[in-house]
T-cell receptor, first 113, second 117 residues
């Protein structure tokens, strides 16, 4: 079983739609949770990070974590064509050896006019 | 303030040659991570370094791969005797702190796309 599972998509939505992206994870030792956006041929850029169960909002983006279910989500409101990208969830735990992240495979999102 | 700089952006090597990938972290960042992204797969951790020290290399293949982060200069990921399966995008990330979640998280470079022919 993979440590992080993410539906690869592709997901296609009309402009203005609410998008829901999800990941599940298997190891309850993970301590923090991130969402990255990756445009084609670019490096990932951090969108959101959070430690605790609950919601965290930043503009049109809301990250949701449910540690009891080992489930994390990213919601995008009023989606725009510029949101078309691959979205990667990443989870991590602080260890004596640093903060390596475990990534999902990414969900490809296309927002159409 | 330049971001994480990786070069070259694209690298083509013949089977059996050596590949050297360079990463200059953001100013003030002393923690460097290398990840590999294969087609249709997520980013996979390879190695974590601080200046002059390899802290965690648990994701590195046992043979042909090595990494360094010298006191002066960029971090280098070196792949000897490349094979076709090494073709991938290699990303470097840096952070200013051990506590990634308490900062802006990792900052990734744009990657080096290695093609082995």
């Amino acid at each position: 079983q993979k440590e992080v599972e993410q539906d690869p998509g592709p997901l296609s939505v009309p402009e203005g739609a609410i998008v829901s992206l999800n990941c599940t994870y298997s190891n309850s030792a993970f301590q923090y949770f991130m969402w990255y956006r990756q445009y084609s041929r670019k490096g990932p850029e951090l969108l959101m990070y959070t430690y605790s169960s609950g919601n965290k909002e930043d503009g049109r983006f809301t990250a949701q974590v449910d540690k009891s279910s080992k489930y994390i989500s990213l919601f995008i409101r009023d989606s725009q064509p510029s949101d078309s990208a691959t979205y990667l969830c990443a989870i991590g735990k602080l260890t004596g050896g640093g903060n390596k992240l475990t990534f999902g495979t990414g969900t490809q999102l296309k927002v159409e006019l | 303030n330049a971001g994480v700089m990786q070069n070259p952006r694209h690298l083509v090597r013949r089977r059996g040659q050596e590949a050297r990938l360079r990463c200059s972290p953001m100013k003030g960042h002393s923690h460097v991570y290398w990840y590999r992204q294969l087609p249709e797969e997520g980013l996979k951790f390879m190695v974590y370094l601080q200046k002059e020290n390899i802290i965690d290399e648990s994701g590195m293949p046992k043979e042909r791969f090595s990494a360094e982060f010298p006191k002066e200069g960029p971090s280098i990921l070196r792949i000897q005797q490349v094979v076709r399966g090494d073709s991938a995008a290699y990303f470097c990330a840096s952070s200013p702190s051990l506590i990634v979640g308490q900062t802006d998280g990792y900052t990734f470079g744009s990657g080096t796309r290695l093609t082995v022919v």
